[in-house]
């Protein structure tokens, strides 16, 4: 019978579900037809399939050729699907033995030499390969394939390869994982930056809870010097979010290797960038920078040159940590479990409040200027802190250089409270719920009522009172001491004290 079946992998998000490509051949004028909802890169695999076949010296039937690809209401997209399409014309026109190929799994792209190309948005696949199959991919994907992760492959670089190994002539070796890298070196160190105790405290706390972060200040305060230090305070990757980072930044088609494993994003868009490069989207859904930053940094410098609208597609994902990219024919979903910080002057000429220069904008200008942040937007971030300009004898003198804390010191400190979070919370505190935060167990009543107090007299709101409380709660998990015993609630109580330190760090936006 002059049927044959190969399996690959289509890309639904970040989700890779199976494809059954059915292959028939039947008598009739010859024709070669695709069905099964292909997109037009799909449908162009035809000409790539036969001359990769001819041109590898294998026989085209001449017969009608029908492929269809299960489910057929699943969208397909891409030329990931050539090395299945032309290995199962070679088993249906008996040219290849069928038996074997249910034990493997196809994605690659064919040159019309019959060469396997790169694909993108092969780790998906691989992470959802079935155990008892192995997966042929390009050589071109080898670092990819070749990452820590369950899943077992052997790489090619010719169909004519991928055929002797399913005949049995020329087996191919799977494919050796590589070792995690080590991450102990740091590129950029909190020590490299002189004084700014309020800014190095806030990247504590916020490393700590998870905490969106904004800083403003005039120009040269060093405020993206503090942004990117952010990563160094950071605990590495788990595994389990290592391969989430790694599959979502090869549905970009970017690089993915094991330089880059376990290794936390720290995404820096252009204040020119549309709502589409910040969400993701197109006619074929791809990630934004919100889902490549994923379980990393987001870093917005220069917050309000940032177009209104692009900026307030923001609120939804910072409190859903997902994005869903809605089309005609399918809805995808991202995640986008990112730590935002951002950079902003205090007025257009930057110089507001500084001691050393006089700020030249009028009060027009001032008001136009905060007008490009949104109320609701600015309620979502956690922490607020004003960056001064230094004095220069600060940043000549090597002993007050000598005694500042490096970010190894700093991350340890990190590291114990975010294991107190887990230990007690499962979870890191800015992710705690609204109902999670009125606990009796852990915040001291005189605390609370204080805070209350406080946000009817500033008339801040719900959100801003919840975000407090969560800030409070990592400043409180900060200060147990290494040595205290992590099982006693006691020890983890908010008071007073934190709730006014939280506090301050939502002040200087409502001061300009």
């Given at each position: 019978m002059a049927l044959a079946l190969t399996l690959s992998r289509a890309n639904q998000g970040i989700d890779?579900?199976?494809?059954?490509?059915?292959?028939?051949?039947?008598?009739?004028?010859?024709?070669?037809?695709?069905?099964?909802?292909?997109?037009?890169?799909v449908k162009e695999s035809r000409d790539r399939v036969r001359s990769a076949i001819i041109n590898s010296h294998f026989e085209f039937p001449s017969r009608r050729i029908t492929i269809n690809l299960a489910p057929a209401d699943l969208p397909k997209q891409g030329s990931r699907?050539?090395?299945?399409?032309?290995?199962?014309?070679?088993?249906?026109?008996?040219?290849?033995p069928k038996?074997?190929?249910?034990?493997?799994?196809?994605?690659?792209?064919?040159?019309?030499?019959g060469e396997l190309r790169h694909v993108r948005g092969l780790l998906p696949a691989l992470l959802k390969t079935d155990k008892a199959r192995t997966m042929i991919v390009p050589l071109a994907n080898q670092a990819e394939a070749s990452l820590p992760i369950n899943s077992a492959a052997i790489v090619a670089t010719h169909i004519l390869q991928v055929c002797a190994h399913l005949n049995g002539s020329a087996e191919i070796a799977p494919l050796k994982k590589i070792e995690p890298p080590s991450r102990d070196r740091l590129e950029q160190d909190l020590a490299d930056v002189a004084g700014q105790p309020q800014a190095r405290r806030a990247l504590e706390i916020a490393a700590a809870g998870g905490h969106n972060l904004l800083f403003s200040g005039?120009?040269?305060?060093?405020?993206?010097?503090?942004?990117?230090?952010l990563?160094?305070?950071?605990?590495?990757?788990?595994?389990?979010?290592?391969?989430?980072?790694?599959?979502?930044?090869?549905?970009?088609?970017?690089?993915?290797?094991?330089?880059?494993?376990?290794?936390?994003?720290?995404?820096?868009?252009?204040?020119?960038?549309?709502?589409?490069?910040?969400?993701?989207?197109?006619?074929?859904?791809?990630?934004?920078?919100?889902?490549?930053?994923?379980?990393?940094?987001?870093?917005?410098?220069?917050?309000?040159?940032?177009?209104?609208?692009?900026?307030?597609?923001?609120?939804?994902?910072?409190?859903?940590?997902?994005?869903?990219?809605?089309?005609a024919a399918q809805q995808v979903e991202y995640p986008a479990k990112f730590q935002l910080v951002a950079a902003m002057n205090p007025c257009p000429c930057g110089f507001f409040g500084d001691t050393r220069q006089s700020c030249s904008c009028s009060s027009a200008q001032l008001q136009r200027y905060k007008a490009k942040l949104s109320g609701p937007l600015l309620d979502r971030i956690d922490m607020h802190v004003n960056v001064s300009r230094l004095p220069t004898h600060m940043l000549l003198n090597n002993e007050t250089a000598k005694s500042i804390e490096t970010s190894s010191a700093v991350r340890k400190r990190v590291i114990r409270a975010q294991e107190i979070q887990f230990s007690h919370r499962k979870k890191m505190n800015a992710n705690l719920q609204a109902s999670e935060l009125i606990d009796a167990q852990w915040i001291e009543p005189e605390a609370l009522d204080w805070l209350s107090s406080a946000i009817e007299k500033l008339g801040q709101s719900a959100r801003a009172f919840h975000r407090i409380l969560r800030v409070a709660r990592t400043i409180a998990d900060l200060e147990i001491e290494k040595s205290a015993p992590t099982n006693r609630l006691s020890q983890l109580r908010v008071n007073t004290a934190h709730i006014k330190e939280a506090l301050a760090f939502r002040q200087f936006t409502d001061r300009q």
């Open positions: 890779a579900p199976l494809v059954s490509v059915e292959t028939h051949l039947s008598n009739g004028l010859p024709a070669f037809t695709i069905v099964g909802l292909p997109e037009a890169a699907f050539d090395l299945a399409i032309a290995l199962g014309i070679l088993a249906a026109s008996g040219q290849l038996d074997k190929l249910r034990q493997y799994e196809f994605i690659g792209e064919l040159s019309l030499s005039p120009p040269g305060t060093g405020k993206t010097m503090l942004a990117s230090r990563g160094s305070l950071l605990p590495p990757l788990s595994e389990k979010f290592s391969i989430e980072v790694a599959a979502i930044q090869s549905l970009a088609g970017k690089v993915v290797d094991g330089s880059s494993w376990g290794r936390r994003p720290f995404r820096r868009p252009h204040h020119t960038a549309s709502a589409v490069a910040l969400v993701g989207g197109g006619s074929n859904p791809r990630p934004g920078e919100i889902s490549l930053a994923h379980r990393g940094i987001l870093f917005l410098d220069e917050l309000p040159e940032f177009d209104r609208k692009v900026l307030e597609v923001l609120r939804e994902p910072l409190e859903s940590g997902s994005i869903t990219i809605s089309r």
